[in-house]
Every structure is written in structure tokens, then in C-alpha cells.
């Protein structure tokens, strides 16, 4: 049997109930998977991370994540690491001491070995000469790098990736997907990404599920390559970039 | 029946139920084309159709100008086409919806003086109710720290401390010198005209410590670190650096206000106590260079009417500005949602509610002081 890493029950989001983004949500990811939470533009995707990982509540219905609702207030680390959109480096901390302030946090290990791990960390992300240096001097794809090592740091079993690809070069954002592929299957994380970026959900995403504005509903669930086949018009229009009226 | 030739080659002119419109519109004649098309469709029948078979250019602007015209003459009832275009222009048409039933538009209703009043009243409730929250969080963060003062994070203390303290010192000693000169000078006169020059040590001495160099270092402090800390709080919010720190567990009371409260704790009265010598020193220059007394006149004046309460009230006093200009700046920093100008707005708001706050709790603390050390 596999694990359930997170599981969502007939989830409402958005504001205020009557003017919901998304409801009826019900979806699960499973362990060592990465997991696509897709949609369009303006479709809810990223307030649907924010309640996942507990930064707005729901509307309705219920979310756990490693077997506990995502709030902030059990003592203890939070069971898993996010990055977001832009990386949320604190500027006035260099990139290594981002990535030692979980350690530093909920650890008690000595100043040496927070080092040593969080070097580690960044040669995981091929960032480790940027140990000494401020976020500010960081690229984009760089930072989102740091910002991945610094989700890492305490191991959780599941990260959130907030559309790690967005506002890169293709190369870069090859890079940063393959990186995530990498990631995922030597470390055995589970991966949820939120993305747009049809490279990579067609390259590194295992499931997925669409998020459609028009219906507020989950539109599609399963495997990105079974979709461009799907009955419904938007949700082929979604995986085949395609514009026609729907 | 109206027309008119605009100067680069253009006539709109009414023809029973049709406006005819030729020659090249361009954007540039926009408004005189509006008020010509305006002109020109007063008045409709039943029907009043646009033919722009003669209009040789209708660039995009004066077209969005005629379809908007023919969805005013729908909506009032009138049945209305634009006839005579050629395949480019029909297309342009099209684009703009001027070939459909226009949009239904919902005229936002202005809310009344009731309505107003209940929507400010239920901003106002929401406004009281998150900072409850704030100051509860706050409450336990510091219980945390009293708890277990070991595992508090005192890394990031010595850089604000040195940020609000160190950098702000000169701007401090240059306003305070300049109050004490200028208290002094101003009672130069009358001091003179009753024989009473030596008083003016306790003038300068009472005033400075008791009221003067607590209020002007919390104003300077207000400009320098509290208007900092809204910023930078502000901008972690709109950057998510607040949410990353939430979802690794780090409360961001803990992280990031109660190290600016400590940090103004600490450096508030130090400056002011540096803020009295100067304010003091600023006396002296006057009583020495306009009233004629001696430095040591002036300081054995000093010493016979300054007693410790009169210094240490100031203190305090200072004290609870430096923790209220924190509280403030950060509170309002971390309220910031979205956008740019909305860490503008938190700047501003720190400033304003920190000089009333600082006023107030001074006529409070004075009150609350009156016995002491008179």
C-alpha cells in the first residue's frame, strides 16, 4: 500500500463563501510521486498552495498533510518545505544563513555541523560557492535554487513548489526541472509543484490535476500525457497550448 | 441635417436615419469627431445606422469612438448598425464587438451615507480585531523568551541596535543641542529684565530632561526606525519572506518585532540621555555667550535644581516611546497586503500613529510623574 502523503477532501477556496475559486476539491498525492497542480491563469493555483500549506484557511472541507492539518501551531517542525514563487530569500541574511535558519530553529546542532549541512544543502542545488554571498546578488533561477536548499534543510518528505520554472530562460528552467527530477527520485521526496509551464508538467510531472476557473472545479485528474486526449475541449486546449474558443 | 469637415479630411453628417462618415478619421481629431458623432446622432428615430462606405481610414480609436456611439443608441432603444465597411475595416469592427448587442453594463451604485458608515464601522472592527491578535502573539512571545531566556535568537540585536542607536547619535546631538540653545535664547530676554540670568540653567535643565529631549529623540527615531521597520516588514510581506518564515515554524512576532522592540528599548534612552548632556551644553553656550555667567556658575545652578527623578522620569519616559514606536512600525508593516504603494501607505501610518501615540503616553507618563523629583 502506499503512503498518502496529502490528502484533500472536498476543498473550497478562495475568499469568502459564495465567491469561491475552486470548490469540491478532492484529490490525493502519494508518496515519492511529483504532483501537478495546474490551471491557467487567475485559475486559483496559488491560492490553493497558500491553504494547502496553511497560509489562508479553507472555505470548506479538510486537508491533511503527513496526517495533520497544515496550521502553524503544533509544536514541532513543519513536516514540509516550501518554495516559493520568487524564492522569499530574507535579504538581510546571506544565502547560507537562509538555509540554516530552520536548522537553527528546531535544531540544537553546534554551529559547525549547521555548516556542514547546509553546505551540503547547496551543492545539492549546485549553489555552494553563494554560501557567503546576499540573495541580492543571486539570478532569478538562483535564487529559486537557495530558496529549494533552504526547503530542504530540515529533510522534509514532502516539498511545495511554487511554479519553479516561471520567469526563466528554457534552459535554466530545464535545469531547474531536471533538478527537481533528481531530487525527488534519489532523496524519495514528494513533489507537489504548481505550475502553468507546460515543459514541465509533460518532463518531470507523475499526476496532476486541473484547476478551471470557469467551472471552479477540478476539470481533469490523472496522467499529463493521457490529458492531451481528454473529452473535454479545455482541458485538451490546456495541454495542447491551444487557444481555439472552448 | 449637421456636418463638418475636419481639418485632415473628414465630414460626419446626418442623413435621416443614417450618419454618413467618410474621409480619414484619425485619433488625433478624436475629440472633435466624439462631439460631431455626438451631434450628429441627437435626436434618433427608430433607427440611426453609421455608413462609413466613404471613410477611407477609421483607425482603431475612432472606431472604438463609433461602436461605443452605436451601443449608447442600442441601449436607449435604437436600433443601430455600422453598414458600408470594407473587409478590413468590417474586421476591425468585429474586434471590437461593434457587430453584437453590447454588453450589459452594471452601473456601480454609490453606496449611501448608512452604508458607508457600516462598511467603515465593519473595516474598523477588523482593523481592532488583528491587532488583538497581534498584541496576543506578542504577549507570548515575549512570555517565551522570559521563559527561556537561553534559546531566544539575540543575533540579529547588536545590528538593529547599532542601526537605530549609533547611526541615528548625530542627527540626535545636533536637534537636542540646537532645542537647549534656542529654550535658553528664548528666555534670554526676560531673564535679563528681572536679574535673573543664573535660571536659566533651570530652564534649560528642568525642560530638556524632564520633557524636551525624550520627545524630540522618540520624533527622531519615529522618522529613522520606525518608518524603517514598517518598510521593511512590509516589503518581506509582499516578497513572502513573512510566509516562508510561518510555514518553517518561526513565528514571525518572535523573529522579527521583538528584536526592533528590544532593540528601541535599549536604544531610545541612551540617545536620550546623550540628548540631555547636548541639550544641557546648548544652555550653557547662551548663558555663557548672552547672559554672561560662567560654565561653572551655570553648572552649580544645574546641580542645585536637576535632582536624579528629573533625569530617570526621562528616561523611562523615553523608553516607553522607543517600545511604542516599535510596536507600531512593525504592527503596521506586517498588516501590509499586495503591493508596492500599500508599503507606502504602512510608512505613513507609522509615522502619524507614533508622533499621536508618543504625545499621548507623554501627557499620560507626565501625568503619572508629576510628584516625583520636585
Known amino acids: 500500500m502506499t503512503t498518502v502523503m496529502l490528502s484533500v477532501t472536498d476543498l473550497s477556496i478562495g475568499w469568502s463563501e459564495g465567491n469561491a475559486l475552486i470548490e469540491g476539491a478532492t484529490f490525493e498525492v502519494r508518496a515519492g510521486e511529483i504532483f501537478g497542480i495546474l490551471g491557467r491563469s487567475a485559475s486559483g493555483k496559488s491560492t490553493m498552495l497558500r491553504t494547502l500549506i496553511g497560509l489562508e484557511p479553507p472555505l470548506a472541507g479538510s486537508i491533511e498533510v503527513c496526517g495533520r492539518p497544515p496550521d502553524h501551531e503544533h509544536a514541532g517542525p513543519p513536516p514540509f518545505g516550501v518554495m516559493f514563487q520568487q524564492g522569499a530569500l530574507f535579504g538581510a541574511l546571506t544565502v547560507g544563513q537562509n538555509v540554516a535558519l530552520p536548522l537553527e530553529r528546531w535544531t540544537r546542532l553546534p554551529p559547525d555541523a549547521v555548516e556542514a549541512i547546509v553546505r551540503a544543502k547547496l551543492r545539492l542545488v549546485e549553489l555552494e560557492a553563494a554560501y557567503a554571498q546576499p540573495p541580492s546578488t543571486l539570478s532569478g533561477g538562483m535564487r529559486k535554487r537557495a530558496a529549494i536548499a533552504r526547503a530542504l534543510a530540515l529533510e522534509p518528505p514532502l516539498i511545495f513548489l511554487d511554479e519553479p520554472s516561471s520567469g526563466l530562460d528554457p534552459i535554466t528552467s530545464a535545469e531547474i526541472d531536471r533538478l527537481i527530477a533528481t531530487l525527488a527520485h534519489v532523496l524519495g521526496l514528494t513533489v507537489v509543484i504548481v505550475t502553468h509551464e507546460l515543459g514541465s508538467i509533460t518532463t518531470i510531472v507523475d499526476r496532476c490535476v486541473l484547476l478551471d476557473k470557469e467551472s471552479r472545479s477540478i476539470l481533469a485528474a490523472g496522467v499529463p500525457r493521457e490529458l492531451t486526449h481528454h473529452p473535454h475541449p479545455r482541458v485538451r486546449n490546456f495541454f495542447t497550448r491551444s487557444a481555439e474558443a472552448a | ?374
Not at chain 2, 122 to 130: H, I, M, S, Y
Request: aromatic share 6%; net charge neutral.
Open chain 2, 1 to 374: 441635417m449637421h456636418h463638418r469637415r475636419g481639418v485632415s479630411g473628414w465630414r460626419i453628417a446626418r442623413d435621416g436615419e443614417r450618419i454618413v462618415i467618410d474621409g480619414e478619421l484619425r485619433i488625433h481629431d478624436g475629440a472633435e469627431i466624439w462631439r460631431e458623432l455626438s451631434l450628429a446622432a441627437a435626436s434618433p428615430g427608430p433607427r440611426l445606422d453609421f455608413d462609413i462606405a466613404g471613410a477611407r481610414v477609421v483607425d482603431g480609436g475612432v472606431m472604438a469612438l463609433l461602436v461605443e456611439r452605436r451601443a449608447i443608441l442600442l441601449r436607449r432603444g435604437v436600433a443601430s448598425e455600422i453598414l458600408g465597411a470594407s473587409e478590413g475595416l468590417q474586421s476591425v469592427v468585429h474586434l471590437l464587438h461593434g457587430d453584437e448587442a453590447p454588453p450589459h453594463v452594471e452601473v456601480q451604485r454609490e453606496l449611501g451615507f448608512v452604508e458607508r458608515v457600516g462598511v467603515e464601522t465593519a473595516k474598523l472592527g477588523t482593523r481592532v480585531q488583528t491587532g488583538v491578535v497581534f498584541l496576543g502573539e506578542l504577549v507570548a512571545s515575549v512570555a517565551g523568551i522570559v521563559r527561556h531566556p537561553a534559546r531566544t535568537d539575540r543575533r540579529g540585536l547588536p545590528a538593529l541596535v547599532v542601526r537605530a542607536g549609533l547611526d541615528g547619535l548625530p542627527i540626535v546631538v545636533l536637534l537636542n543641542f540646537l532645542v537647549g540653545f534656542v529654550m535658553a535664547f528664548q528666555s534670554m530676554r526676560y531673564l535679563q529684565l528681572y536679574g535673573a540670568s543664573p535660571f536659566v540653567a533651570d530652564i534649560v535643565g528642568i525642560s530638556v530632561t524632564r520633557e524636551l529631549a525624550p520627545l524630540m529623540t522618540a520624533v527622531i527615531i519615529t522618522g529613522r526606525s520606525g518608518a524603517a521597520y514598517a518598510a521593511e516588514l512590509g516589503t518581506m510581506r509582499v516578497s513572502e519572506e513573512i510566509d516562508a518564515l510561518q510555514v518553517m515554524g518561526i513565528r514571525p512576532v518572535s523573529y522579527l518585532v521583538v528584536p526592533r522592540i528590544l532593540a528601541l528599548l535599549l536604544v531610545a534612552p541612551a540617545l536620550t540621555l546623550f540628548a540631555d548632556l547636548v541639550g544641557i551644553a546648548g544652555g550653557l553656550v547662551v548663558g555663557v555667550r548672552g547672559l554672561g555667567l560662567t560654565p561653572r556658575g551655570y553648572l552649580s545652578e544645574l546641580r542645585t535644581v536637576i535632582v536624579p527623578g528629573d533625569v530617570w522620569t526621562g528616561l523611562v519616559k523615553s523608553g516607553v516611546f522607543g517600545v511604542a514606536i516599535a510596536i507600531i512600525g512593525c504592527r503596521n508593516g506586517l498588516a501590509t497586503s499586495g503591493s508596492a504603494s500599500e508599503v507606502g501607505r504602512a510608512t505613513t501610518a507609522t509615522v502619524v500613529q507614533s508622533l499621536f501615540a508618543i504625545v499621548l503616553l507623554d501627557t499620560l507618563l507626565t501625568m503619572l510623574f508629576r510628584g516625583v523629583g520636585q
